[in-house]
């Protein structure tokens, strides 16, 4: 079993930023690849970015980057330029044995 906590959420104006945080815990070793997703109110959950345990990332969004700490078994998004329609849950999945999910943490990006 895998638990994963996202953490940074919040309100930001438009043209701001914020980095999201996401810790594994639990049986973390065999974690492959970590990533993030968001979901608009209304719409369904996308895959925003992603990050293999070797390194190797991948993110949707030029204004969004992925990036991981295997020792601390954590990955990050930071999110910069944001613009209202980024305004969505964003939840941190795990691939490991099963496929995880955190809770989600809200982004609304207003003025």
């Known amino acids: 079993q895998v638990h994963l906590v996202e953490s940074g959420g919040g309100l930001v104006q438009p043209g701001g930023s914020l980095r999201l945080s996401c810790v594994a815990s639990?049986?973390?070793?065999?974690?492959?690849?970590m990533a993030w997703y968001s979901q608009p109110p209304g719409e369904r959950r996308e895959l925003v970015a992603s990050s293999t345990r070797g390194g190797r990332t991948h993110s949707l969004k030029d204004r969004f980057t992925i990036s991981r700490d295997n020792a601390a078994n954590a990955v990050y998004l930071q999110m910069t330029s944001l613009k209202a329609e980024d305004t969505a849950v964003y939840y941190c999945?795990?691939?490991?044995?099963?496929?995880?999910w955190g809770q989600g943490v809200q982004v609304t990006v207003s003025s």
């Open positions: 639990g049986d973390t070793s065999g974690i492959s690849v």
């Open positions: 999945s795990a691939v490991s044995d099963d496929y995880y």
